[in-house]
């Protein structure tokens, strides 16, 4: 669901320099592998580029991957990307190397555009009261993650919040962005007491159209809104051309005075199917002529990563490369073992879990 074409006037608040422009230099070549734990737990095998077994996040490694990327939900049907599963991740991840993003919902299950539910725990609360729910739930998943020795090392306070999160209190009604904006410093100064040098996104899906983009950050910013890392999502097949990625990035990487990263991107390998439920992408081409084979996915993953790199982005993260069609790692939260997964020809990782040998995360 896309926000109000419409702009807010741009009101002239001065910008403090984010602590991210200190420490935010070196790039981020991240993977959402959020589903990874349940694949391992069912059985799923996985292999280097020369079909030798290993452990996935040792193989991402070698691929070039430096920043692992967990969603973390409240308390979802499923017993995936809980507080409990997200630790036990963050330990597997931190032993091989990568630096952590805690991707959080604010829900019980998948929070973007179309949907943000509030939590089972926290229906019926007050815009007062969702401040310290979200407020004490990030600060408890923050310092448990800390205490473990595996402290993230960026975080987002919520998830493609194009229209802001946790509806209807902090939705985004004509263009009042004062709600949202005290949720998301509830979440930044919980973050911040747990971590100072733990670094704050803010995520949308917008890196298609500079007006909306500028509706959204011109408006948190106006109401006060703090954060660190200008995060964006990108996937060609919906967010428009590379070169518009590029305007849009270079533009809010100047307008707002932070960095700015790709939080999600992805495209696919093949057209077969391995499940029972039908693909979410199914086009044999769907950007600019680039086929839907191992070095198609290659090529679009290069073109998505140099561009944003050279428009002045520090990193650029691939959603959910391990994501393969193991039985019972379903996208369902309320039937993970039947649902069956629409994304498993966009994974990196093909049907008998191995990796693309022609993708890399460039350095």
């Known amino acids: 669901m896309k926000p109000s074409l419409a702009v807010a006037a741009f009101l002239a608040v001065a910008l403090i320099p984010s602590p991210a422009l200190a420490h935010g230099s070196e790039t981020m070549r991240g993977a959402d592998v959020s589903t990874l734990q349940r694949s391992i ?5 996985f292999y280097d580029a020369r079909g030798r077994r290993g452990n996935p996040y040792e193989i991402l490694r070698q691929a070039g991957v430096n920043y692992v990327r967990l969603r973390v939900w409240n308390d979802p049907a499923s017993g995936y990307s809980t507080k409990e599963k997200v630790l036990e991740q963050a330990r ?3 032993a ?5 993003l805690i991707d959080f919902h604010y829900s019980d299950t998948w929070a973007d555009p179309g949907k943000q539910f509030v939590p089972k725990a926290w229906q019926g609360h007050d815009l ?9 739930y990030t600060y408890d998943i923050c310092t448990s993650l800390k205490r473990q020795g595996t402290t993230p090392d960026s975080v987002q306070i919520g998830n493609e919040i194009n229209v802001g999160m946790l509806w209807p209190a902090g939705r985004v009604d004509n263009s009042d962005f004062g709600p949202l904006a005290r ?4 979440g930044y100064d919980a973050t911040k007491a747990c971590s ?6 803010v995520h949308t899906a917008l890196a298609g159209n500079i007006d909306a983009a500028h509706w959204f950050y011109d408006g948190i910013t106006a109401a006060g809104a703090r954060w660190d890392i200008t995060a964006l999502s990108y996937y060609c097949m919906w967010h428009g ?9 270079g533009d809010v990487k100047s307008r707002y005075g932070r960095p700015v990263v790709i939080a999600e991107t992805a495209y696919p390998y093949t057209t077969e199917n391995y499940d029972h439920l039908e693909n979410i992408m199914l086009s044999p081409a769907p950007c600019d002529g680039i086929p839907a084979t191992p070095r198609g996915q290659a090529q679009e993953f290069a073109a998505v990563q140099t561009t944003a790199r050279d428009a002045g982005a520090v990193g650029v993260f691939y959603w959910e490369p391990t994501w393969t069609a193991i039985d019972g790692n379903g996208w369902d939260t309320e039937d993970i073992e039947n649902s069956g997964n629409a994304w498993e020809n966009m994974a990196t990782f093909d049907d008998s ?11």
Do not use: C, F
């Open 241 to 249: 051309s590379l070169a518009n990625l590029a305007t849009v990035i």
């Open 183 to 186: 949720l998301l410093n509830a």
């Open 41 to 45: 737990e069912l059985g799923q095998k």
């Open 128 to 136: 007062a009261q969702l401040e310290r729910d979200v407020h004490d």
């Open 196 to 201: 100072r040098r733990t670094q704050v996104m």
């Open 96 to 100: 091989a190397g990568h630096k952590l």
């Open 353 to 363: 879990g191995r990796i693309n040998p022609y993708v890399r995360w460039l350095r």
């Open 92 to 94: 597997a991840a931190k």
